[in-house]
């Protein structure tokens, strides 16, 4: 053997323990399906971004090679979530052996189709934003065969890491209880399905919490003078008044009304009534002067502390846009599965299941420690109360976070 056959095998020797040790490793597929056109683009745009993040966080402790799958549901001229764009990408998952878990959808609507036909195709989803109380447990105004009409083979595959809407009503009493130090409320609604279920959540825990619930009615959501509804409200003198509605159904006559009538107690509405329209059409001079709080279940950025508040910074660095709550479910959703991964250690689809279902306890994201319940659902199921300075919204307190 000549010297340079010897070095040629000796180098090959060499090296040989370490190309083994770099072996590539298997890849994996992780899905998102949201609309990824129209109104909503901005929010599902920060979606996608927020899932590149947390897989390049991630990177290094994941057994698997991860490749993210960005796909549309949108319909092609509407813009909105599709029902054949759901049905088609849910079968494009289910037929790719390499997909192990499906991030979406943004809208409960969606989620309605998808939820059954991934159950019974055993793949797990995470929802960072569809809130619909039914899609995971009975509610005050959940369909008879709500939930288990999505969980056709008797498992959960479906997960949300942000608040479901149930949660509202209920933090809202304790708000009110707590911190109002209210005694008695009063409680209107609109009639509507949402107005319905929220006012529903908070009088009923109002009576759990042994708060005298002085009357609960509703209003015309169209009506154009609740002057005489206010004058009842006053006349039965309520620590407190509760509106389940929105800025479009009637919380903005009642704002005005209740100025005019002089109400003096704390007017409480829901996230329906969380948006700048509101303060516009009831006009900001006249909020000043009403005391009104406004709950929205999620988090409040501008509370956020620790690896939150520093993902914050590092994906305006990045893309150059203020994110926002459901950016942060949407990294979180996708820390869960990274970490499912690393739990089962193989890629089996009904592992990965039983591992995101199973959650306890996790700290590895950006939310602090928190578990999936038994339905499904994030223990964590923060609500910001907001009043209103000088025409915009300021947070005062977080319920529900620990």
């Known amino acids: 053997?000549?010297?340079?056959?010897?070095?040629?095998?000796?180098?090959?020797?060499?090296?040989?323990?370490?190309?083994?040790?770099?072996q590539p490793k298997e890849k994996v597929k992780l899905v998102s399906t949201f609309p990824r056109a129209g109104d909503i683009q901005?929010?599902?745009?920060?979606?996608?971004?927020a899932i590149q993040m947390a897989i390049a966080d991630f990177e290094k402790d994941t057994p698997f090679a991860v490749q993210h799958l960005d796909w549309d549901e949108s319909h092609p001229r509407l813009g909105g979530w599709d029902e054949r764009a759901v049905k088609a990408?849910?079968?494009?998952?289910l037929a790719d052996a390499d997909v192990m878990a499906v991030i979406g959808p943004y809208h409960s609507g969606s989620a309605r189709v998808s939820a059954p036909l991934l159950n019974m195709g055993g793949l797990v989803q995470l929802t960072p934003s569809a809130s619909l109380p039914g899609l995971?447990?009975?509610?005050?105004?959940?369909?008879?065969?709500?939930?288990?009409?999505y969980r056709p083979s008797k498992k959960i595959t479906l997960c949300r890491v942000c608040p479901h809407d149930a949660s509202q009503g209920p933090l809202t009493a304790e708000f009110v209880a707590e911190e109002l130090k209210a005694k008695s409320v009063y409680v209107l609604d609109d009639k509507e399905l949402y107005g319905l279920g929220v006012s529903l959540g908070f009088r009923r825990h109002c009576e759990a919490l042994k708060l005298k619930v002085?009357?609960?009615?509703?209003?015309?959501?169209?009506?154009?003078?609740?002057?005489?509804v206010v004058q009842a409200i006053r006349a039965k003198g309520p620590d407190v008044l509760y509106f389940g509605g929105t800025t479009k159904t009637g919380a903005v006559q009642l704002a005005k009304d209740a100025l005019l009538g002089k109400l003096e107690c704390p007017l409480v509405l829901p996230d329906g009534c969380y948006d700048q329209g509101f303060i516009d059409a009831v006009g900001a001079d006249n909020l000043d002067v009403l005391k009104v709080f406004v709950t929205k279940p999620g988090l409040d950025l501008s509370r956020l502390e620790g690896k939150a508040a520093e993902?914050?910074?590092?994906?305006?660095?990045k893309y150059k846009r203020n994110a926002t709550a459901h950016t942060l479910y949407a990294y979180e959703a996708t820390a869960v599965v990274l970490a499912a991964l690393r739990a089962a250690g193989k890629k089996d689809r009904e592992a990965v299941r039983a591992a995101v279902a199973g959650t306890k306890d996790f700290d590895k994201g950006l939310l602090g420690k928190w578990s999936f319940d038994a339905n499904g659902d994030s223990t964590q199921q923060p609500?910001?109360?907001?009043?209103?300075?000088?025409?915009?919204?300021?947070?005062?307190?977080a319920l529900g976070t620990k």
């Open 136 to 149: 995971t447990r009975v509610s005050p105004t959940s369909d008879p065969d709500e939930p288990l009409c």
């Open 383 to 397: 609500l910001t109360v907001a009043t209103v300075e000088k025409g915009k919204f300021r947070a005062v307190r």
């Open 1 to 22: 053997m000549d010297r340079r056959s010897f070095l040629s095998l000796a180098g090959a020797a060499l090296a040989a323990p370490a190309v083994a040790g770099r």
């Open 311 to 317: 993902f914050v910074t590092r994906y305006k660095e």
């Open 42 to 49: 901005w929010q599902t745009d920060q979606f996608a971004n």
């Open 214 to 228: 002085l009357a609960h009615d509703s209003i015309d959501p169209l009506s154009r003078d609740l002057s005489k």
């Open 89 to 93: 990408n849910v079968e494009k998952a």
